[in-house]
């Protein structure tokens, strides 16, 4: 008798597991932990109308006679309807869209902007108009300029 009632406890155990799981992560999963705990849950009762069928059921055919073999599948009736709901419910857990990503939370600061923008060049200082004389302005340029060593230019060429 053990051995028929072993899967079916190890499986109303892996359901409760998996109840307490999706409901600790809920606040990261949104709607889809909901979907997943209903599901589970239904499997849930499912399993322990199973269990307890298989239990009383020789006892209540003893008690009751054969009127009671025109309930029974009534009840394994109910009991399908419970994990037929239960896994349709589980696959949209799976499918279901899931929420944005959360707020950082109250004491979390924010790194610097500068470290998440992408390099920009200075915007060019206004200067000196050139006039109708073509080629090169002496003076300093806008923008970047590669960093001069001290004393000038030493490359010795």
């Known amino acids: 008798m053990l051995t028929n009632l072993l899967p079916t406890l190890l499986t109303a155990l892996l359901l409760v597991v998996g109840v307490v799981m999706i409901g ?28 307890v069928l298989s239990l009383l059921t020789q006892m209540l055919i003893e008690s009751y006679g054969s009127s009671m073999m025109a309930v029974l599948p009534f009840a394994y009736l109910i009991s399908s309807l419970f994990h037929l709901v239960g896994i349709g419910l589980l696959i949209w857990a799976v499918v279901a869209r899931r929420n944005a990503p959360q707020q950082p939370p109250a004491g979390w600061q924010q790194p610097p902007q500068q470290y998440h923008q992408p390099y920009q060049q200075p915007a060019p200082q206004p200067g000196p108009q050139a006039g109708p004389q073509a080629g090169p302005q002496p003076g300093p340029q806008a923008g970047w300029q590669p960093p001069q060593p001290p004393g000038g230019d030493q490359s010795g060429y």
């Open 24 to 51: 600790m992560n809920r606040r990261h999963v949104g709607r889809a932990a909901v979907l997943g705990m209903s599901g589970c849950g239904l499997l849930l009762i499912g399993t322990l109308i199973n269990l």
